[in-house]
């Protein structure tokens, strides 16, 4: 069964709107274990203009389930995961000035920075991840820093409109998770997915886990984050034959 990952990010955007305690992140990660979710996400940015150092600590501390802290290669925020040491990192790439992650990691023009990387990273057996377009060049780079898992950016596929393209980019993006099954690498999914376009990816047969944040969060302003992770899971859980 594929896993999902709930990533609560955008809770601690609208309290950052106000600079006060509401929304509580943590409380909607615990609403969506309730539900069963598998685990739940975070980015730490740079800039903290969501999630603030104390929420990772918090969630961290609190969540029955497992953590994945998605993070920027840099100094600061490997030692905050080792001292940390959640469950799961998946390195992102960061600029300041976009709205969200745009893009996969570039690893292939960074092989050593990154193998420096998950050498500290595995030591305190944390689990080592990479986040990359579905780009069969970064797929072997990434096998070359010995990450554990990939996680393929749907954020292309989410927003394509034509029909036509978004087969082409579902083929890549399967093509993709083969590849890096074949290498040894675990796969896992996640940017701009909703109810109607995760059902293609979760039925892709070597994606172990997803990772699906701020439609859920706008969701949860219709129906509740309960309801909202509800309906998710059982779209992905019906979406292989
Ligand atoms: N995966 C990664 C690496 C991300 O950076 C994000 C966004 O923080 C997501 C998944 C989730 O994307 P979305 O919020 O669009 O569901």
């Given at each position: 069964m594929t896993r999902l990952f709930v990533n609560v990010d955008h809770v601690a955007t609208i309290r950052e709107a106000r600079k006060?305690?509401?929304?509580?992140?943590?409380?909607?990660?615990?609403?969506?274990?309730?539900?069963?979710?598998?685990?739940?996400?975070?980015?730490?940015?740079e800039d903290r203009r969501h999630i603030q150092d104390e929420d990772v600590r918090i969630i961290h501390k609190n969540?029955?389930?497992?953590?994945?802290?998605?993070?920027?290669?840099?100094?600061?925020?490997?030692?905050?995961?080792?001292?940390?040491?959640?469950?799961?990192?998946?390195?992102?790439?960061?600029?300041r000035q976009e709205i969200t992650t745009e893009g996969g990691l570039?690893?292939?023009s960074q092989v050593q920075e990154l193998t420096d990387i998950q050498k500290q990273i595995k030591k305190q057996g944390i689990l080592f991840s990479l986040f990359v377009d579905p780009d069969m060049g970064q797929i072997e780079a990434s096998q070359k820093v010995a990450a554990d898992s990939i996680e393929i950016n749907t954020g292309a596929y989410s927003e394509l409109t034509d029909s036509g393209k978004v087969e082409e980019e579902l083929v890549r993006i399967q093509e993709a998770a083969k590849q890096a099954v074949k290498l040894g690498l675990r796969v896992f999914a996640g940017h701009g997915l909703n109810f109607d376009n995760v059902k293609a990816i979760a039925a892709i047969p070597e994606i172990e886990?997803?990772?699906?944040?701020?439609?859920?969060?706008?969701?949860?302003?219709?129906?509740?984050?309960?309801?909202?992770?509800?309906?998710?899971?059982?779209?992905i859980e019906t979406a292989r034959p």
């Amino acid at each position: 069964m594929t896993r999902l990952f709930v990533n609560v990010d955008h809770v601690a955007t609208i309290r950052e709107a106000r600079k006060t305690n509401e929304p509580d992140p943590l409380k909607a990660a615990l609403l969506a274990e309730k539900i069963g979710v598998e685990g739940i996400t975070v980015h730490l940015r740079e800039d903290r203009r969501h999630i603030q150092d104390e929420d990772v600590r918090i969630i961290h501390k609190n969540i029955k389930t497992k953590l994945n802290l998605e993070m920027a290669a840099i100094k600061e925020m490997v030692e905050l995961a080792l001292e940390l040491k959640p469950y799961q990192i998946s390195l992102v790439p960061e600029k300041r000035q976009e709205i969200t992650t745009e893009g996969g990691l570039d690893v292939c023009s960074q092989v050593q920075e990154l193998t420096d990387i998950q050498k500290q990273i595995k030591k305190q057996g944390i689990l080592f991840s990479l986040f990359v377009d579905p780009d069969m060049g970064q797929i072997e780079a990434s096998q070359k820093v010995a990450a554990d898992s990939i996680e393929i950016n749907t954020g292309a596929y989410s927003e394509l409109t034509d029909s036509g393209k978004v087969e082409e980019e579902l083929v890549r993006i399967q093509e993709a998770a083969k590849q890096a099954v074949k290498l040894g690498l675990r796969v896992f999914a996640g940017h701009g997915l909703n109810f109607d376009n995760v059902k293609a990816i979760a039925a892709i047969p070597e994606i172990e886990e997803l990772n699906i944040g701020h439609f859920l969060v706008a969701q949860s302003v219709y129906m509740g984050m309960e309801e909202a992770v509800k309906k998710m899971k059982q779209i992905i859980e019906t979406a292989r034959p």
